[in-house]
């Protein structure tokens, strides 16, 4: 297999590479990078060729609620989060040494390990589109919401979910945790974190409960998808969602694309383990800011960069 972007040795032991989830998406992503630049018009032709229809013109025009659509969103912040990488490392060479890690929130991974020669670009992107109408589907058959929870630690969160019958979908950074289940269970526990002293809770805009036991339909559906999936083992490490410790295998990784469909995201646990690992510049490759905000939080002296359109991908390391 090709690999996506061509990683040289030695390995720069204090660089990640991180690629954010759902969420990020926002009409007129990636417009500016395929105006400029060939590679990105040829990955955005190629989906568009994959997926037999024009996602570019999601990306670029929108209309919204047909990007915000979960089988739409996908592989549209994974094909913008791809054409970054790969003219930044057009222009910056430098990119190309290989960095310790690569790391993806919940659909961030596969982006990272296409980056990490794990899996080529067409595959990520079929594979991805499955899984939005999956868990799109999955979502209208198991219908759930999803709310941010600030101010509480993870133990107070896990008894108020066992309490309301919710589950805890997303552990983005200390005191920032997203539950999901239910409406009724969710609304039950978005007033029990507020009488535990919970400084604020939000209702999110989802389709459906994701990474949550809801999902289930969407993670069994996903079996075959990835066991017939072309793969190879990654030339990086990459920290896997479920575990927040490195995978190195595909066996290791096909297991981890299924389970991580509806089990939580440790976010923080896979930031908190970058920092020990040594990692001090974090290279956030898509449309937005999240992930490199969280980090910038949690580990204060880090050097967070992102490379979210035509104007930030000639990267200064």
Not at 89 to 111: D, I, M, Q, W
Not at 115 to 132: C, K, Q
Not at 164 to 178: D, S, Y
């Amino acid at each position: 297999m090709q690999p996506f972007i061509a990683l040289e040795e030695p390995v720069q032991p204090d660089r990640a590479f991180v690629f954010p989830g759902q969420g990020a998406q926002a009409v007129g992503m990636g417009k500016d990078l395929y105006a400029e630049y060939a590679s990105a018009r040829e990955l955005y032709d190629r989906a568009d060729e994959i997926l037999g229809f024009k996602l570019s013109r999601l990306c670029f025009e929108g209309p919204e609620d047909e990007l915000q659509q979960t089988r739409n969103s996908q592989p549209a912040i994974a094909v913008t989060s791809l054409a970054l990488l790969k003219v930044a490392t057009e222009l910056n060479p430098n990119l190309l040494r290989k960095p310790a890690f690569v790391a993806g929130h919940s659909l961030g991974e596969y982006p990272a390990l296409v980056a990490a020669g794990t899996l080529a670009f067409d595959e990520a992107i079929r594979l991805l589109r499955t899984r939005g109408e999956l868990m799109q589907a999955a979502g209208d058959k198991n219908p759930g919401i999803m709310a941010a929870v600030l101010g509480l630690d993870v133990p107070d969160c896990e008894e108020v979910c066992r309490e309301a019958g919710a589950e805890i979908c997303t552990l983005n950074a200390p005191g920032q945790i997203v539950i999901g289940g239910r409406r009724e269970a969710v609304v039950r526990a978005l007033d029990y974190a507020k009488a535990r002293g919970a400084v604020k809770v939000i209702p999110l805009s989802t389709s459906g409960a994701f990474h949550s036991s809801l999902m289930r339909p969407a993670a069994d559906g996903m079996v075959q998808p990835i066991a017939t999936a072309a793969m190879s083992d990654p030339v990086v490490p990459v920290v896997a969602n479920c575990t927040a410790t490195p995978v190195h295998h595909e066996l290791e990784i096909r297991h981890e694309l299924v389970d991580q469909v509806c089990r939580p995201v440790q976010w923080s646990r896979t930031v908190e383990f970058l920092g020990s690992q040594g990692v001090e510049t974090f290279i956030e490759f898509g449309p937005g800011r999240v992930l490199t905000a969280i980090i910038k939080r949690m580990l204060r002296k880090s050097n967070c960069i992102n490379v979210n359109d035509a104007a930030s991908v000639n990267v200064s390391l």
